[in-house]
């Protein structure tokens, strides 16, 4: 639908992938409603999937007490909201993850603060 | 039916003009709060200029409801005399 | 000689004299070139005249009523600050609420007195003209005496002093911000419906009970002197906004889908900028007035039940999105002051964990829901805080492409999971909180699609002061955001134990009641 105006409305996307370091990628731990909202990342499209595992995603989930616990082997991923696979061996960008994706896990028998979803 | 209602500032000026307000009224309900005071009443409410000035000693133009008045609901008609507020469903 | 005296006009007469009968038909112009707005909307108006005006005030008389408010609020406010008023709210933590008012709400008042003053130029009849140019005059009315109000305060708390500056750059402002963006932005009509109708007789009792009911609790006179004094100007905008939907309405039946269409998005986009609102009721009053919940339940359900069963003969349906503020009526506001207690070293006011006795208020106020799906976290929080670990997010979060709040909000059934929504456009993923932000989006997604969103403009690199170096070593982002909000690190944020707020407090407190 196109906005209703007196004049051509101007196309301004303020997002696209150029005006970032690297493109977005937003990821949420299911169940772990401590951290009130997913996250948004700049993440380089060559970084490994294992690599984000291990690099950055303890700087940003690590506050959890549940973190140190995860067994990445069981983790349960989804990508905008259906069940997907990731290859740790591969890249983000092999992995099919583009700018503005969403991805969730969770990590069955990891349920939050004494199981809460907290 | 749904209730109409009509809340202003507490002070000696507003206590006459709730004092009018129920008398001509029957229906109405008085809820205070602090510094406020709404007055609830089913579907219709009426400010009547004579009764206020009875109460108040002095004569008022019922424009100055404007001074203390809070909030209210409904829909409004406004004369001279009279301001009121009502329902239509 | 006879005295002759000559019979007053009646209200009606005299209003109509002084106002719509000095309106004229011009003769060598087009109306459409002197009112070029009114019909790219599809509103079809083909009566102005019948628009009632329910407030017959002229302008001799809203001067002589409005200067008598003016009066009594500024002794008010000496009397506060002459005798030290702030030294008498219940604790310091309430101060904090006013910094939200004042970053948040303050700049919309200034936002709608520059949107009443366009439409009441825009708009094709004399009477709302009038109407409209009394609320903008109003409503810069409203932004000069919160800001007088809350000066006093500046002078001895922290976090009040860039308000101006941060309203149009820190993260959870930019939601009240674009709110009104969206609605100045908008049609003549549009903006009716979305700030006359939705937001100042719909939405309204929720900004302003909470608020100025809270500071009566609280014992903060200036705040209330301010709202009580507001608050008689609202009830000329609600009648004024309720005149317009009826009027709209009643012009022609093809206004109805459109209109309807503006009352469900503005309803949704009003009901989450109160998301503010309901955490500062549940959790940042010391002595509280009632509930997020309750109050939903007063002025939401039943209030706005009955407006919307006397709009039902105008085939107006009750919001799309009610159903689902009433569930999350449970939910919101535990999830907001967690938002803010994660971020806390990003806004320009302090948060802090309830304590024992006010999580027992809570369990009382919400027993399906605080000890169920949100105690755990307090609790946890504050065990942490024991331990000298007071937790902190430092990784900045997905947002709303619509309200551009943090993705927050839980699936309305089910509240241990975070609600996702999108879709793609021109090319590129777009992501909502909830169906309500989604459908805004999907009917004008140009209008959205430009919008400045805190933490991807932080991530393009255009947050930060000039003075910053990305390329030096200690570069570190988040501080150098924090210098851009011109927000003091230590001082405007943190948790309020051991601010400067709490310490002075104590001092101040215990000098005026010791020698």
Redesign the interface.
């Known amino acids: 639908m196109t906005t209703t105006s007196v004049r051509p409305y101007p196309h301004i996307q303020k997002d696209t992938v150029d005006k970032f370091p690297a493109p977005l990628l937003y990821i949420g731990w299911e169940d772990h409603l401590m951290f009130c909202a997913p996250f948004c990342l700049p993440l380089p499209p060559t970084l490994k999937f294992g690599d984000m595992l291990a690099g950055p995603l303890p700087g940003v989930f690590g506050a959890h007490p549940d973190f140190a616990k995860i067994d990445w082997t069981k983790a349960e991923w989804f990508k905008s909201g259906k069940a997907w696979t990731p290859d740790a061996s591969k890249t983000l960008a092999e992995n099919g993850l583009g700018h503005k994706d969403v991805i969730r896990f969770r990590t069955p028998g990891l349920n939050g603060l004494n199981g809460s979803c907290n | 039916m749904s209730n109409v209602f009509i809340a202003f500032q507490r002070n000696e000026e507003t206590r006459c003009i709730v004092d009018a307000i129920m008398a001509d009224n029957p229906n109405a309900v008085i809820n205070l709060q602090p510094a406020m005071v709404r007055i609830d009443a089913p579907n219709t409410l009426v400010v009547r200029r004579s009764t206020v000035e009875e109460q108040m000693g002095r004569q008022f133009d019922l424009q100055e409801l404007h001074v203390n008045l809070i909030t209210l609901t409904g829909h409004i008609d406004e004369t001279e005399d009279e301001f009121t507020l009502s329902w239509k469903h | 000689m006879d005295m002759k005296v000559n019979k007053k006009l009646?209200?009606?007469d005299r209003y109509n004299l002084m106002t719509r009968d000095l309106d004229w038909e011009p003769s060598y112009q087009k109306k459409s070139d002197i009112f070029?707005?009114l019909e790219?909307?599809?509103i079809k108006i083909h009566d102005w005249s019948k628009f009632e005006d329910?407030?017959?005030?002229t302008m001799d008389?809203y001067w002589k009523?409005q200067a008598?408010?003016e009066k009594?609020l500024y002794a008010i406010i000496d009397a506060f600050n002459q005798n030290n008023g702030h030294l008498q709210v219940t604790d310091a933590r309430y101060v904090n609420a006013l910094k939200l008012f004042l970053t948040g709400v303050s700049p919309l008042e200034y936002m709608a007195h520059r949107g009443f003053a366009h439409v009441g130029r825009q708009l094709g009849g004399a009477g709302p003209r009038v109407a409209c140019l009394m609320q903008s005059l109003d409503e810069i009315r409203h932004s000069q005496t919160q800001i007088h109000s809350m000066s006093n305060y500046n002078k001895f708390y922290n976090g009040f002093q860039n308000f101006r500056h941060q309203h149009d750059r820190v993260w959870y402002l930019s939601v009240p911000k674009s709110f009104f963006d969206d609605a100045v932005t908008a049609?003549p009509f549009e903006f009716m419906v979305s700030i006359g109708f939705a937001f100042e007789y719909v939405l309204?009792?929720l900004l302003?009970v909470p608020f100025v009911?809270g500071a009566?609790?609280n014992g903060d006179m200036a705040a209330?002197a301010f709202g009580?004094s507001a608050?008689?100007d609202?009830?000329?905008h609600?009648?004024l906004g309720?005149e317009m939907i009826k009027f709209i309405l009643e012009q022609d039946p093809d206004n109805l889908p459109i209109v309807q269409r503006w009352i469900d998005k503005w309803f949704w986009r009003g009901y989450r900028v109160l998301t503010l609102v309901a955490m500062m009721m549940d959790y940042m009053l010391p002595k509280r007035v009632m509930s997020w919940k309750e109050a939903w339940e007063t002025y939401a359900e039943?209030?706005g039940?009955?407006?919307f069963?006397?709009l039902?003969?105008y085939g107006i349906t009750v919001p799309a999105g009610w159903t689902q503020a009433c569930k999350d009526k449970d939910h919101i506001s535990h999830?907001a002051w967690?938002?803010f207690y994660?971020?806390g070293a990003a806004a320009p006011f302090h948060t802090w964990t309830p304590s024992e006795s006010e999580m027992q208020w809570l369990s009382e106020k919400y027993p399906d829901t605080f000890d169920?799906?949100?105690r755990?976290?307090f609790e946890?929080w504050a065990k942490e805080q024991k331990e000298g670990k007071r937790?902190y997010?430092?990784?900045?979060?997905?947002?709303c492409q619509t309200c551009q709040i943090?993705?927050?909000f839980?699936e309305p059934d089910d509240p241990?999971?975070?609600a996702?929504r999108?879709s793609d456009y021109?090319g590129?993923?777009?992501?909502f909180c909830s169906d309500g932000c989604k459908g805004i989006f999907?009917?004008?997604?140009?209008?959205y699609?430009?919008?400045?969103?805190p933490?991807?403009q932080i991530?393009?690199?255009n947050c930060f002061t000039p003075e910053a170096d990305p390329t030096a070593a200690d570069f570190n982002p988040l501080a150098e955001v924090l210098k851009w909000y011109r927000m003091e690190m230590g001082k405007d944020n943190l948790d309020f134990e051991g601010s400067q707020d709490q310490k002075n407090f104590k001092a101040w407190r215990d000098l005026a009641t010791a020698n």
């Open positions: 009646n209200m009606k070029p707005y790219y909307e599809g329910p407030f017959r005030l008389a009523y008598e408010k009594k049609g309204t009792n302003f009911s009566a609790y209330m009580f608050q008689s609202e009830a000329r609600m009648t309720l039943q209030n039940g009955a407006l069963a006397d039902a003969r999830q967690a938002t994660n971020y169920k799906y949100y755990p976290r946890h937790f997010n430092t990784t900045l979060p997905m947002l943090p993705m927050v839980t241990t999971k975070i996702y999108e021109s590129m993923k777009y992501h999907d009917h004008e997604p140009e209008k699609i430009q919008a400045w969103m933490v991807h991530y393009q690199g």
